[in-house]
């Protein structure tokens, strides 16, 4: 199953940006899907993004155009840019590949 290490996260105004980025170990990692999930005060944890092994991505429609799932496979490394941040977006943001889970980091977007 492996590990999954989070970094990145924090307090951004409206319109900011944020980078998170997991690194994986214990696994190889350029077979898996790697996805980014988030989890809202009081909702259940939702799907952002996905990119499987091949580099093709999905979005949710609410992220889409605002943020970007990348992966360094060399490295073993996914991250999400997001780009004009709402306060919709707030969330404990986690990162998801073969079955483990990041630690997750929170994410806030306040004025």
């Known amino acids: 199953q492996g590990q999954l290490v989070q970094s990145g996260g924090g307090l951004v105004q409206p319109g900011g940006s944020l980078r998170l980025s997991c690194t994986a170990s214990?696994?190889?990692?350029?077979?898996?899907?790697a996805s980014w999930y988030r989890q809202a005060p009081g909702k259940q944890r939702e799907l952002v993004t996905r990119?499987?092994?091949?580099?093709?991505?999905y979005y949710v429609g609410p992220v889409k155009g605002r943020f970007t799932i990348s992966r360094d496979n060399a490295k073993n490394t996914v991250d999400l840019q997001m780009n004009s941040l709402k306060a919709e977006d707030t969330a404990v943001y986690y990162c998801?590949?073969?079955?483990?889970w990041g630690q997750g980091a929170q994410v806030t977007v306040s004025s």
């Open positions: 998801y590949v073969n079955g483990a």
């Open positions: 214990g696994m190889i990692f350029s077979v898996y899907p």
């Open positions: 990119m499987a092994s091949d580099g093709s991505t």
